[in-house]
């Protein structure tokens, strides 16, 4: 190991500074009228979860405004809709409950983190009440609140995320069945592409 290394709690704060009173303060046991409102303007936000061993995993997850929905100051509910099937995240929450939400807002430099227990649920009113179109969410994670805070902007600022000027121009890299074709062997890149465009007008369905 590289003498480099930090490998203590001690040793990292010789290298950082303690963290200020506010930034220690601003953790909530539950959500106030500030996260609810940041919560039902997000179209964004990424899922993190760990399996019993350790090993991680973060999801994005993403809808109108208000698909993460807020069933009351100590609750978030976060349909889970048809996606690639893997189940990394579901299969995380039944080993390990811990999750951890980091939402987005586009337009706003702060980001909201939340922190907490999840449970996977399948009941029907539940799953009802979060329906699209007709359709209800295959299942329903519940997330009891445990920590809530706002996150400060250096970040979003650092990346200028929401400045238009920087967005990529999408063609001058390969579409994603390309690089999958390049990346596991028998891929047809344009069946790929032509099920990804099917798929963004059928983002709800169920088969």
């Known amino acids: 190991m590289s003498e480099h290394h930090i490998t ?15 930034a220690v ?9 500030h996260c609810i409102s940041f919560i039902a303007r997000c179209p ?24 993460l929905t807020v069933q009351d100051a100590s609750t978030v509910l976060l349909p889970d809709w048809p996606g690639n099937n893997r ?5 995380n929450i039944l080993e390990n409950p811990q999750v951890g939400l980091m939402l987005l807002v586009p337009g706003m430099d702060e980001t909201l983190r939340i922190n907490g227990r999840a449970v996977l649920s399948t009941d029907s009113a539940l799953q009802e009440s979060l329906a699209i179109g007709g359709k209800s969410p295959i299942s329903v994670i519940v997330i009891a609140v445990e920590e809530a805070y706002l996150h400060c902007a250096r970040a979003v600022w650092r990346a200028d995320l929401w ?15 390309q690089m999958l074709q ?16 099917e798929n963004r007008n059928n983002l709800y369905a169920l088969d």
């Open 8 to 22: 203590s709690r001690d040793q990292l704060r010789t290298v950082y500074k303690k963290p200020g009173e506010g």
């Open 44 to 67: 964004f936000c990424v899922l993190s979860t760990s399996a019993a061993d350790g090993s991680l995993d973060a999801s994005p997850k993403g809808g109108d405004p208000g698909f």
């Open 25 to 33: 303060k601003k953790v909530l046991s539950q959500l106030d009228k």
């Open 182 to 197: 390049d990346q596991v062997a028998g891929y047809d890149g344009a069946a790929v592409d032509k099920i990804i465009a």
């Open 87 to 91: 189940l990394d995240s579901l299969e």
């Open 163 to 177: 400045n238009a000027d920087k967005h990529i121009n999408r063609p001058d890299l390969p579409t994603m069945g």
